[in-house]
């Protein structure tokens, strides 16, 4: 029952990195390549950040809600966007589209991050021998992050790849940029400030991960469409 629950949890966490990649013109155009290089950049880009909340971070005494050290959190985890921007523009890529990149970046992305901070939870925790609704929703947390990386790496290739987009749409893509990437200390506040319990939290990072896939996928669809 416990390994049974545990390649439940797993499958629910990783499985649908896999299923997108299949089901998606991605595995036709072979571009495993580019979602390890940023699953890569991901990993560096993690370091650097542990580097900097353990420079500029003190330990919390409590598991209160610190505004000051919240912010910081939030400013260190602009990392990622830095890290985004070097998987997407600076990276040799396959001869593929702007569609196909951000998608396998994000991809990467997404898939390296459930990995790293979910995995030995997983490996630990989900063989126990008392049931625990604890890892499925980690799972469905990870299938939320895995809409948001995706999301935000369609916004960070309008950004940066992009040249002629509409002008009146530039200040939204940078405002829903800002938002995902500060999405982490958002779910934070709910938890420890307004202590909201996990299904509640895990409700909200669905419910916004298809609010912020939809308005990207609105403004990738009208930077595509040609200028008038």
């Known amino acids: 029952m416990t390994v049974f629950h545990f390649f439940n949890c797993a499958i629910l966490t990783f499985g649908p990195h896999a299923v997108y990649y299949s089901a998606t013109p991605l595995s036709e155009y072979d571009t495993i390549g580019t979602s390890v290089k940023a699953a890569v950049v ?7 950040k542990l580097i900097c909340l353990a420079t500029f971070l003190k330990v919390p005494e409590n598991d209160s809600f610190d505004p000051y050290q919240e912010l910081l959190k939030a400013l260190i985890g602009f990392i990622d966007v830095a890290g985004l921007y070097f998987a997407l523009t600076q990276l040799m890529h396959r001869n593929i589209s702007q569609n196909h990149k951000f998608q396998a970046v994000g991809l990467g992305w997404a898939f390296a ?5 979910r ?49 009146t749409l530039i200040p939204i893509i940078y405002a829903c ?25 895990v409700a909200f990072e669905l419910a916004s991960s ?18 008038v």
């Open 177 to 201: 940029a800002g938002v995902l990437a500060t999405m982490p200390s958002i779910t934070s506040y709910l938890r420890r400030a307004l202590g909201w319990h996990p299904p509640k939290v």
């Open 42 to 48: 991901y990993l560096g880009t993690t370091l650097v």
């Open 210 to 227: 298809l609010v912020m896939a939809f308005i990207s996928w609105q403004l990738f669809s009208a930077c595509q469409r040609p200028s």
């Open 119 to 167: 995995l030995a939870p997983l490996w630990v925790g989900a063989r126990g021998l008392e049931f625990t609704w604890e890892y499925i929703f980690q799972g469905i947390e990870a299938n939320a992050n895995l809409v948001l990386n995706l999301s935000l790496a369609a916004l960070g290739s309008l950004m940066w790849l992009r040249k002629n987009k509409p002008r």
């Open 113 to 117: 991050d459930s990995v790293l901070h």
